[in-house]
C-alpha cells in the first residue's frame, strides 16, 4: 500500500504529464482520457467492487477505460511505480 504522500506525489506528477503529452496515442486513443481515469481511481482511492462495477468491458473502448483503471488500482497496491505510467512527452 502507497503512502498518501506517494498518492499526492503520484497525482501531481500525472496532471503535469496530462499537459505534456500528446492527447492521443498511435492507435487514436486517449492520453488524457486514460490519465484522468488513473488519476481518479488514484485521488479518491478506489477499490476493485468500484472499478469492476463502474467500468465495463464489453466494447474495445470500454476494456481500455477498464484497464487503465485497473493500472491504478495496481498502483494503489505498490505493484507500479508512477514513472512507469507515464506517458511519453
Do not use: W
Not at 477499490?47 to 494503489?76: C, M, R, W
Amino acid at each position: 500500500m502507497i503512502t498518501k504522500l506517494e498518492k499526492e506525489d503520484a497525482i501531481k506528477k500525472l496532471k503535469e504529464n496530462r499537459k505534456r503529452c500528446a492527447e492521443f496515442n498511435f492507435f487514436g486513443h486517449s492520453n488524457y482520457k486514460a490519465i484522468d481515469i488513473i488519476i481518479d481511481v488514484i485521488y479518491e482511492n478506489r477499490d476493485e467492487v468500484f472499478v469492476f462495477s463502474n467500468y465495463q468491458s464489453d466494447t474495445p473502448k470500454q476494456h481500455e477505460d477498464f484497464l487503465n483503471a485497473i493500472t491504478g488500482l495496481e498502483f494503489l497496491r505498490g505493484e507500479h511505480e508512477i514513472d512507469d505510467l507515464l506517458y511519453p512527452i
